[in-house]
């Protein structure tokens, strides 16, 4: 089947590299036997783009990905790179990709699946069933609002700062993305700042509550300081359906989101720009929320699990394919069943590495399909 569905790769770095190796491998299974077929091209970003052209972003890339119609993106960073200008550190690849496609909703939905529920490290009647939606604020805040910088001072001492900052504007749109998502689900959203210390906090919480009154009917919503967000989602997760945070807030809520569900190695992501006017489609790109792990890179033991639930994602968000994305997340279930990674490793099941993970979830697409 002929296809205009451009995919941007980007693996990067670490185990970035294997686990978009063996989603290729899911591609590949769903052009095989689906006739799914996409117009792929790959890039390199992070540190394995400085390595090439010393730069962790080429404009190239960057333009290959704002044309494409999604990016698969793996992970960036390592520790050889620590020592790089500010500038030119691998982070910093992935944030411009983000900053300049303007995608400024990040999803990042924790699922516990019932054959992991013992994985976590709460307690499963904490956890199981646990389904909830951090909503990231992903372009402004702290990661990219100026002044910031690291200043000489008169005394001979340094200056390092950021500044916290939304607009108007900034809230509302990122609002509006959550009162859709809580439309979706369950209807309950949770606003996420510290209005008792911060200023930007002050005003998200008004725009935000406005934003309901006038936007919200039938949602069930509520404010709440980020540090009791953090306390509650390892007290009573299960309490919450969507969130929504701004940028830090957000990176720091949706790891303590992830390690619910069992493991990083779990969680996927979907960042997502403003529907465009013809197709009605975001600019998007999708990748798990863990990092590179240069602690086990190389070794075929990385968990190749977020990956493949953030293809999913896009499958379900940017080429309209719900069936597939299910089947995918249905496979995932099922090879969980018996078959782990050492990330999320219990008695009972069989360890093995990213290849061995990758047949499991083929396998099970073989069988669900049938
Ligand atoms: C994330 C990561 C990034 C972030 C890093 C790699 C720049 O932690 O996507 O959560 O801080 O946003
Ligand atoms: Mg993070």
Redesign the pocket.
Known sequence: MASNRKIMVLPGDGIGTEIMKANMRIIDWLAKYRSIDFDMQEGLVGGAAYDAHGTPLSDETLADSIASDAVLFGA??GPEYDDLAFELKP?RG??ALRKEMDLFANLRPAMVFPALVDASTLKPEVVSGLDIMILRELCGGSYFAEPRGIEDQPDGTRKGFDTNAYTTPEIERIGRVALDLARKRDGRLVSVEKANVMHSGVLWREVMTALHAAEGEGIEYSNMYADNCAMQLVRNPKQFDVIVTDNLFG?LL?DCAAMLTGSLGMLPSASLGAPDPETGLPKAMYEP?H?SAPDIAGQGIANPLAQFMSFAMMLRYSFNQGDEADLLENAVATALKTTRTGDIMTPGCTQTGTDGMTEAVLNAMDQLAR
Do not use: I, R
Request: proline share 0%; glycine share 22%; charged share 20%.
């Open positions: 960036v960073g982070e992935l944030l990176d949706s929320v990092g």
